[in-house]
């Protein structure tokens, strides 16, 4: 004799429950909602997937930005608002938790002596995140990275200060917060063989 299963479509309670976050908004517009309960990193959540329940339907919007305390995101359809009781849920596409962000790609560079390597300093794209630095330079000399927060730069010596010998490649790491930017020094001018930098969020750290 057969058997049937009737299949239940997931319901907008069911679709929420999987998601990385959720909450319940304090105030809210078309384009903002506002949750005094979060403590969020700055912009962190950038490009991450907003799900609204208004009126027992289910919208979808990109964030865009977001404070501690509010997201920012595509604009919802004229007359549509998130407001105060507003349920809300968050999903991280995979590609921002597990796919690291390229930010530096150099080679073959000439490098002056205790002169920035970089034309523009790094800055993060999701903070707070770590820095993969992969580097090799044809001549022996310290390598050194220039954070600057504010107006406060600080140098940080790789390799215990010691000079990273010639030709061979070396692999750090740095913790970067938001705020922080970022470049490179080496003590001895060189041919710079190779600089990658990497963003590594935090899913693979």
């Known amino acids: 004799m057969?058997?049937?299963f009737?299949?239940?479509?997931?319901?907008i309670e069911d679709i929420m429950l999987a998601a990385d976050d959720q909450g319940t908004a304090t105030k809210g517009s078309e384009t903002t909602l506002e949750d005094q309960k979060r403590d969020w990193e700055e912009n962190l959540l950038a490009g991450a997937t907003l799900m609204l329940?208004?009126?027992?339907?289910?919208?979808?919007?990109k964030v865009t930005s977001n404070t501690n305390t509010k997201l920012t995101f595509n604009t919802l359809p004229g007359g549509v608002k998130?407001?105060?009781g507003t349920r809300w849920a968050l999903k991280q596409g995979l590609k921002t938790q597990f796919t690291p962000i390229e930010k530096a790609n150099e080679h073959n560079k000439s490098?002056?002596?205790?002169?920035?390597?970089?034309?523009?300093?790094?800055?993060p794209t999701n903070a707070p995140c770590l820095f993969r630095i992969m580097v090799c330079l044809d001549t022996a000399?310290?390598?050194?990275a220039m954070i600057t927060k504010g107006s406060s730069a600080q140098q940080l010596k790789f390799n215990s200060a010691g000079n990273l010998v010639a030709d061979a490649a070396y692999?750090?790491?740095?913790?970067?917060?938001s705020g922080d930017s970022v470049n490179f020094q080496h003590s001895a001018g060189a041919?710079?063989?190779?600089?990658?930098?990497?963003?590594i969020v935090s899913a693979t750290q």
Not at 141 to 144: A, E, K, L
């Open 141 to 144: 000399g310290v390598f050194s």
């Open 82 to 84: 998130a407001k105060r």
């Open 171 to 177: 692999l750090f790491d740095i913790l970067v917060h």
């Open 2 to 4: 057969p058997r049937y």
């Open 6 to 11: 009737l299949q239940m479509e997931p319901t």
């Open 111 to 123: 490098v002056t002596a205790d002169t920035d390597i970089l034309s523009t300093a790094l800055t």
């Open 53 to 61: 329940s208004i009126d027992r339907v289910l919208y979808l919007r």
């Open 191 to 199: 041919t710079l063989k190779v600089l990658r930098v990497q963003e």
